[in-house]
């Protein structure tokens, strides 16, 4: 993954399978700190997303699609599906961990126009996902 100072944000997002329609990820992390250098490490932890197109509890579960489909949702306390899948000592439990650790520019070099010279850097960074499981396949 690379970012540069004009394009620092981030957004990810992946499936989680098995499972009916499910997925987690996260929108627009600033990977700049605010003195303008780069997060050495950037880590989060993410909800289950239900994404409204097929029903269903557990991770295995037979297709059935949602019809008509439903609007997409965080999973909360109150939305958690009736098997409680997703809570943990009586809360929502993240199914992720996203691990974002700096490796350094991998180009550092100057661009002119007509008018200006801007100086781009590219950061390269290391993702790793963790998926959490809270009930057995």
Known sequence: LMVDAKHPLISVITMIAPSPD???????????????????VFVAETLACDGGTSDGD?????????????????YTATTNPKTNVFMKDGKVAPVAKWMCTLQGPAFAGSVTTTTTTTTMILVVLVVVVELYRNEPI
Do not use: C, M, S
């Not at 499910?22 to 050495?40: A, R, V």
């Open 22 to 40: 499910w997925f987690t990820g996260f929108q627009d992390i600033n990977l700049l700190n605010e003195d303008g250098t780069w997060k050495d």
């Open 58 to 74: 557990t991770y295995v579960t037979e297709r059935v699609h949602t019809n008509p489909q439903a609007p997409i949702y965080q």
